[in-house]
């Protein structure tokens, strides 16, 4: 049924949802499904680049399988083509140790303790009494493209495909917060999920927020995403989601947020994750003595998503080239395409607007005579920042957000 090495029993967990869910054809049909045989191609840089698509995960179609435990998918370039919101059986899927792979929504509870006035077990049907919010909102990777790094940093080689869109559902986080009571002197909100290490000394995955952040009425807990629960692996049945900041603090299966009164020096917020404190969060190649800080918000980038980087089209003098744009922590104000390596730019079409923290569409034309030539797209955020041509260096491959290449030759 499966030939993955290594792919964990999701078996029992797809029986036990397809009871939960309204919808359960899909899963019954991925149950069935074969490993595709098809292997892809990332034009990383720096290594091997070919990757083999999955649809063994439940819940999910065709996927860049990028490691199988735990597991990280990667969503082809080809699937944001199709609208700017990625579908759930094609959004990518990062864990840091192996999740549960069978969670029973009636027994779950989500404890909010620490620096609180009530500490509280919440179920979900106590989350679903409170005031419904919803949001779209990108869910990037911090190290969302690090594969194209040069020279090639440490982790997950990703291509651009560590990121999606959705229209997230649940409730406020400052609506639960206000029924424990949060006390004075309280700082940060630290957040965790039901995945645990495999050793005791391994770091549990946890993650934090400064109070008025976590409280400012946009950070929410969602159950659902683009009108379904979330799949199992995307954080069934609940997940933090903080908009237009990296999708590290968006903690899945999250179970617990504890109230701090002091900083928190966890491996996970004052180890790892850094970026350099520096303009642009970059540095020399090699550099390693640098001032350091907690990756936070995103900057702005677009993708050509209509034409394959390394291509062969037919040479014509109207190409269309369309993809998604969003402006990391703000929205999209401009995009605008050059068919020539960035001598000359024209300003796109932008599709609806979704949301400041959404995927938007652009459209455009460009000339494309015979030979081989380099497209790029290029976004401007609300907050006025452009997106640079020069790439950044770090040695954790975070914060990529230079205009991007797809070369293709025009014959
Ligand atoms: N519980 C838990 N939540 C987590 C993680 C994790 O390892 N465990 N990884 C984080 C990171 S680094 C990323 S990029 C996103 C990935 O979200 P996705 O798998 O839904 O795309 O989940 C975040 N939330
Ligand atoms: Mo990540």
């Known amino acids: 049924m499966d030939d993955t090495p290594g792919l964990p029993r999701y078996t029992r967990v797809m029986i036990a949802r ?27 840089p720096g290594g091997p680049a070919t990757r083999r698509l999955t649809d063994s995960f439940p819940g999910k179609r065709a996927m860049i399988l990028q490691r199988t435990t735990p597991p990280l998918l990667e969503t082809p370039i080809s699937a944001f083509d199709a609208g700017i919101f990625t ?46 919010f919803e949001i779209a909102a990108v869910n990037q990777c911090s190290g969302n493209s690090r594969g194209l790094f040069e020279p090639r940093v440490a982790g997950a080689q990703w291509a651009h495909g560590a990121m999606g869109n959705a229209l997230w559902a649940g409730v406020r986080l400052k609506d639960v917060l206000a029924r424990a009571g949060v006390k004075d002197g309280a700082v940060r909100l630290r957040f965790s999920g039901l995945d645990e290490p495999p050793l005791p000394e391994s770091p549990d995955f946890r993650k934090s927020l400064a109070l008025d952040h976590a409280l400012d009425g ?3 807990l969602a159950t659902h995403m683009n009108g379904e629960p979330l799949p199992l692996l995307n954080g069934f049945p609940l997940r933090l989601v903080v908009p237009g900041w990296f999708s590290t603090y968006w903690v899945k299966m999250l179970d617990r947020i504890e109230v701090l ?25 090699g550099t390693t003595d640098f001032p350091r800080q907690p990756i936070s918000n995103m900057v702005p980038r677009a993708f050509i998503t ?19 744009a969003f402006g ?9 395409v050059s068919g020539d390596g960035g001598a000359s730019w024209r300003d796109a079409m932008l599709g609806p607007d979704a949301g400041r923290y959404s995927f938007r569409r652009f459209d455009s034309v460009i000339a494309a005579p ?3 030539a380099r497209l790029m797209a290029r976004c401007t955020s609300t907050a ?19 205009v991007e290449t797809i070369a293709v030759d025009f014959t």
């Not at 397809?18 to 990383?44: E, I, M, S, Y």
């Not at 900083?263 to 190649?285: C, H, L, N």
């Open 306 to 324: 209509n034409v394959a980087d390394g291509s062969r089209r037919l040479a014509q003098s109207a190409l269309p080239v369309g993809g998604i």
């Open 18 to 44: 397809r009871r939960f869910l309204a919808n359960a054809a899909g899963f019954a049909a991925g149950l069935a499904a074969p490993t595709l045989a098809r292997d892809v191609d990332l034009r990383l």
């Open 87 to 132: 579908p759930n059986d094609r959004f990518y899927v990062r864990w840091h140790w192996s999740p549960p792979t069978e969670i029973d929504p009636r027994a779950f509870r989500l404890t909010v303790d620490g620096h609180v006035a009530t500490p509280l077990a919440l179920s979900l049907a106590d989350i679903a009494a409170l005031p419904r």
């Open 384 to 402: 006025g920042i452009v997106q640079p041509l020069t790439g950044i260096w770090n040695p954790g491959g975070y914060l990529r957000g230079q």
């Open 370 to 372: 015979r030979g081989a």
């Open 261 to 285: 009164a002091g900083p928190d020096d966890d491996y996970w917020m004052a180890k790892a994750y850094q970026v350099p404190a520096t303009p642009g969060g970059s540095i020399a190649p």
């Open 218 to 220: 946009e950070v929410m």
């Open 328 to 336: 990391g922590d703000a929205g999209v104000a401009r995009v605008e």
